[in-house]
């Protein structure tokens, strides 16, 4: 069994910033891949990041320059720091991750979500 625990969302100002977290928690073999999705109401649930094992990095256009991932593998746990929030980055944050596991297959899992609200 394999949980993702999300934490800190929240309201902001624009302008503003927030980190979120996601820790991979139960038993498996390693944590490959992880991201970040967001979905806004009446949206289709997009990417916003993607780190790899080895730290490379991907973001969606609209967060280039604001938004940064990282993690840390001992922890098995990824981050988000976003910065120069704005009201159109509203919406519920996912993270994903692909986890190898001891039945020596990859599986992806998904977060409960976190609410990012941007509003003065």
């Known amino acids: 069994q394999v949980q993702l625990v999300e934490s800190g969302g929240g309201l902001v100002q624009p302008g503003g910033s927030l980190r979120l977290s996601c820790a991979a928690s139960g038993r498996f073999f390693s944590v490959n891949d992880m991201g970040w999705y967001r979905q806004a109401p009446g949206k289709q649930r997009e990417l916003v990041a993607s780190?790899?094992?080895?730290?490379?990095?991907n973001y969606a256009d609209s967060v280039k320059g604001r938004f940064t991932s990282s993690r840390d593998n001992a922890k098995n746990t990824v981050y988000l720091q976003m910065n120069s929030l704005k009201p159109e980055d509203t919406a519920i944050y996912y993270c994903?991750?692909?986890?190898?596991?001891?039945?020596?297959?990859?599986?992806?899992?998904w977060g409960q979500g976190t609410q990012v609200t941007v509003s003065s």
């Open positions: 780190i790899t094992t080895g730290n490379i990095t």
């Open positions: 994903n991750a692909r986890v190898y596991t001891f039945l020596r297959r990859e599986y992806g899992y």
